[in-house]
Nanobody
Framework: QVQLVESGGDLVQAGGSLRLSCAASGSIFSIDVMGWYRRTPGKQRELVAT???????NYADAVKGRFTVSRDNSKNTAYLQMNSLKPEDTAVYLC???????????????WGQGTQVTVSS
């Protein structure tokens, strides 16, 4: 089965930067859209950024100009560069991907377990 593992979360002060990684592993044939989402206590998961295999990106208004999503298709890995972090960015950041495996003929939606980002004021 496909696994998505996030890494890079940490405790930083406002104005700092972090780079998150999402590594997909398993019997992967192809990965379509990959995305980053975040959740805070008592709130529903919200979109942060998405990226297509060709590099087309989409960002939430709250992070535009500060965050950059990228991917390395050869490594089945997505990244999220987060700059000028604010306390409001504090959340568990989760990786999402639509993946086709060698076993299955269709794409399935996979989620990582998340990595904690805490921004102090």
């Amino acid at each position: 089965q496909v696994q998505l593992v996030e890494s890079g979360g940490d405790l930083v002060q406002a104005g700092g930067s972090l780079r998150l990684s999402c590594a997909a592993s398993g019997s992967i044939f192809s990965i379509d859209v990959m995305g980053w989402y975040r959740r805070t206590p008592g709130k529903q998961r919200e979109l942060v950024a998405t990226i297509t295999p060709s590099g087309v990106t989409n960002y939430a208004d709250a992070v535009k100009g500060r965050f950059t999503v990228s991917r390395d298709n050869s490594k089945n890995t997505a990244y999220l560069q987060m700059n000028s972090l604010k306390p409001e960015d504090t959340a568990v950041y989760l990786c999402n991907a639509f993946v086709r495996t060698y076993r299955d003929g269709s794409y399935s939606d996979y989620w990582g377990q998340g990595t904690q980002v805490t921004v102090s004021s």
